[in-house]
């Protein structure tokens, strides 16, 4: 019954570092996205995906960068880890819908520290 | 600019009505999505109201005021299982999300 997957529950990298996070959901949903999720705040979209090798940014995308090579999976990479950037990552996929909002279907997170 | 605000954490008695409420203000209004997190999961949807009015679905029922730029989520018959976070998203004349911090539900036996 999974939907959306997220490879890594917890990773812990160290500063500078690269870090990949991959995300697959088997829904054939066209828009895929990623979030950050910290206490106190609500979701902030990093980038998010409307079709193969398309991206656009969210509201944060400075420090990341991401990769959609196949429509069913979406990458967020980290080319140079900080210690800013622990945080618990969302990645969401939806239905392209032409009018109207969309229902997302999230994975369970990638809690990522940097030390 | 845009926001949205709701209560940070909230407590009530397993068997009991609780109501988590949500403000809103955004350039543009294309309705409102109520999202479940339980700790350490993937939040999941609850509701999305675009429409005035009361939508029921079971114990959960969600509630939408354009003119007021308010929603409530109302929790009926309280189990334990309730326990978790609340999230609020409005959606925006792009389209796009805005989302509130979310509000913790403690639930006490």
């Known amino acids: 019954d999974v939907k959306v997957t997220q490879s890594s529950r917890y990773l812990v990298k160290r500063t500078g570092e690269k870090v990949f996070l991959e995300c697959v959901q088997d829904m054939d949903h066209e828009n895929m996205f990623w979030y950050r999720q910290d206490p106190g705040l609500g979701l902030r979209l990093i980038y998010f995906?409307?079709?193969?090798?398309?991206?656009e940014k969210g509201d944060i995308p400075e420090g990341y960068s991401v990769s959609r090579e196949k429509k069913e999976r979406f990458s967020l990479i980290l080319e140079s880890a900080s210690t800013n950037q622990t945080s618990m990552y969302l990645c969401?996929?939806?239905?392209?819908?032409?009018?109207?909002?969309?229902?997302?279907?999230f994975g369970a997170g990638s809690r990522l520290t940097v030390l | 600019g845009q926001n949205i605000d709701q209560p940070t954490e909230m407590t009530a008695t397993e068997g009991a009505i609780v109501q988590i409420n949500c403000t809103y203000q955004?350039?543009?209004?294309?309705?409102l999505f109520w999202y479940q997190q339980h700790a350490g999961e993937a939040p999941t949807f609850l509701s999305y109201?675009?429409l005035d009015g009361l939508e029921e679905k079971g114990r959960f029922s969600s509630f939408l005021s354009r003119s007021k730029g308010y929603s409530y989520l109302l929790l009926k018959e309280l189990q334990m299982k309730d326990s978790a976070s609340y999230l609020c998203a409005a959606v925006d004349s792009n389209y796009q999300l805005i989302w509130g911090a979310g509000t913790k539900l403690i639930i006490k036996p």
């Open positions: 955004t350039s543009g209004f294309n309705g």
């Open positions: 969401a996929s939806s239905l392209r819908e032409v009018t109207g909002a969309n229902v997302l279907t």
């Open positions: 109201n675009v």
């Open positions: 995906s409307y079709d193969v090798k398309m991206k």
